[in-house]
């Protein structure tokens, strides 16, 4: 392992020096040899799939998991996209002239050896490889089992193409030690990692944040709530619900807990009932709700649930003063949307709630790199620093100074 590690260090330095040019270049070889590997690929994905299928993965896990054709173009896609975004390394982003007459320059900068644990979709490995080497990083992959072989032939293909540049095949690798015991040794190595994003299952985000002596930026759950305020349009409240819970259940966007205006709730609640019904959610409401509408009995536990699937808690609450209290106490500091006509209202929800995503009359579900225009991302980062919410290619930088003298000495 401290070998391997030493070895990406090492090549830290290369990639970090590339122009961006080459790296364009490179990415684009990188997106044809996914093409021209498909077939390989896909064979390396089937055995996945059929051994997720005999270990009774899930639908949603399997859904994740599959790479058939038009996924692995889609890879190539996001590859030439990662290609064709603002080069993130060298941007000036500050400068001034001090009082001793330095010229100093705030630049961006790569962070190093980025560790990245993640499970189940393969399409990561290409993605994060991708994003790190475009920022000038070195990118140690840590998939999960269920993924293995393919992980493993998307990580040969992309370090063919770093070799036929002759450039280090440890810029973008997956860790040689993927048992719980490599990475126990992984997140302990700050001697030459510099920095673990891990995203996944709650328990592996514990794991890993009260474990590692290296600096974690985590990409925890979603458990993301919509609250419909007395003056909402409910038209558009139903559609914009709807969406956010049912669009795609298993994502940390998702919405997971509805909220609804009491002074609305007898209009509002057998119209979304029925809309989610539709949908075939299964829905669990506070005493309040079963009142108006027939659901199962929500516990605290199933207010403090990331379900990542197509199950929706509902309560009801006396205005926005009780809906920001529960997002409070119960959120995860991903994405909360309110549903409002008012103004007033909306901007005391943006300034009172602390998350990484607020959103007036939208839906959380476009919590996501490319649909705020950031490309491919490494996740949804739930930490304030340094990276917060979509995770893309300029949170992968930090900065150092660059300060240009004349003879100046400090008297």
Not at 4 to 30: C, H, P
Not at 115 to 136: H, M, Q, W
Not at 293 to 307: F, H, K, P, S
Request: with cysteine.
């Amino acid at each position: 392992m401290e070998d391997f590690l030493a070895r990406a260090k090492a090549s830290a330095a290369v990639v970090a020096t590339l122009k961006s040019a080459v790296k364009n270049r490179i990415l684009g070889e990188m997106a044809d040899a996914l093409i021209d590997n498909a077939v390989e690929i896909e064979v390396e994905n089937s055995k996945d799939m059929c051994a997720g299928r005999d270990c009774r993965l899930d639908s949603a896990l399997l859904d994740r998991l599959l790479l058939d054709k038009p996924r692995v173009e889609a890879m190539a896609k996001s590859l030439r996209e990662i290609a064709q975004l603002k080069e993130p390394v060298g941007r000036v982003l500050d400068g001034w002239m001090s009082e001793d007459d330095l010229r100093i320059e705030k630049v961006s900068v790569p962070i190093g050896v980025i560790g990245v644990i993640y499970e189940s979709r393969p399409n990561v490995t290409s993605d994060v490889g991708a994003l790190c080497f475009k920022s000038g990083n070195v990118a140690i992959l840590k998939g999960g089992k269920e993924a293995e072989r393919s992980n493993q032939i998307i990580a040969k293909v992309l370090q063919g193409v770093l070799e036929k540049n002759n450039l280090p095949k440890e810029i973008i690798s997956l860790l040689p030690d993927s048992s719980r015991e490599g990475v126990a040794q992984l997140i302990k190595m700050d001697r030459y990692v510099d920095l673990i994003v891990p995203r996944g299952g709650e328990g592996l985000i514990r794991y890993i944040s009260q474990n590692a002596s290296v600096p974690v930026v985590k990409h925890d759950k979603g458990l993301c709530h919509t609250y419909i305020h007395k003056d909402a349009d409910i038209d558009q409240a139903i559609a914009i619900s709807v969406n956010a819970k049912c669009q795609r259940p298993g994502v940390c966007n998702a919405m997971e807990t509805l909220l609804v205006d009491r002074d609305i709730a007898h209009v509002a609640l057998p119209r979304l009932y029925a809309a989610f019904n539709e949908e075939e959610t299964q829905m669990f409401g506070d005493p309040e709700v079963q009142e108006i509408i027939e659901v199962e009995l929500a516990t605290v536990d199933d207010y403090d649930t990331e379900y990542l699937a197509n199950i929706l808690s509902i309560k009801v609450v006396d205005g926005l003063d009780e809906a920001v209290e529960h997002i409070s106490k119960f959120g995860s500091g991903h994405s909360e949307a309110i549903l409002t006509e008012s103004y007033s209202a909306s901007e005391e929800f943006l300034d009172r709630v602390d998350a990484a995503c607020v959103y007036v009359n939208a839906s959380t579900r476009f919590t996501d790199g490319a649909a705020f225009g950031f490309g491919a991302e490494v996740g949804i980062s739930t930490n304030k620093l340094h990276a917060r919410g979509p995770m893309g290619i300029n949170e992968l930088t930090t900065y150092k100074f660059k300060i240009y003298g004349h003879g100046q000495i400090r008297g």
